[in-house]
């Protein structure tokens, strides 16, 4: 009888545990609310852009917004450029701004875009952009990382991982 309990409890234990384990895993890259001054601290943010021009976000304030947090050697996010550039082709009419914030060294971001042109706006953000991506609910820093904002400024989505048409589509019924 001892043992059956024992083991029971041991079985109980070792359950409890795995499931804390899964717990804290599922809450790591899970999106987490965004931090009360994230917003603000993002409008009045500005980084260098590949040709040394500014890039000063309270310039994109007052149109929709969608910020890709990316990589040239994140291929999700490599991969999703040539979408969000048609987006941004499509949608520019309409209002919206798209700007990629590269998390990456800027002589890398400045070859890649030799070989594959955006035509939105980019800013160098380095390792930096790995810390404003936090304060905007990335608890990871993961990459691809994508942050839509209304023309009021307000955070309107956050999508961490790869976006699809259907993001996409989804966003642009925003404006």
Partial sequence: MKLQRRTLVMAGVAV??????ALVATRRFQLQPVMSE???AFWTGEFEGPH??????A???????LVNFWATWCPPCVEELPMLN????????????VLGLAVDQ?????????????????????????????????????????????????????????????????WAELA
């Fill in 86 to 97: 048609r987006f941004h082709q499509v949608h520019a009419t309409k209002g919206w701004k």
């Fill in 16 to 21: 409890a545990a795995g499931g804390g384990g």
């Fill in 59 to 65: 310039d994109f304030r007052g149109q929709p917004l």
């Fill in 52 to 57: 040394g021009e500014r890039v000063r976000m």
């Fill in 106 to 170: 800027p002589s890398a971001v400045r070859s890649f875009l030799l070989k594959l042109p955006l035509n939105f706006p980019v800013g160098m953000a380095g390792f930096a952009g790995t810390e404003l991506s936090r304060s905007l609910g990335n608890p990871s820093g993961a990459l691809p990382f994508t942050v839509v904002f209304g023309a009021d400024g307000a955070l309107l989505h956050r999508k961490m991982g790869k976006v699809s048409d259907a993001d996409l589509a989804q």
């Fill in 38 to 40: 994230a917003e603000l």
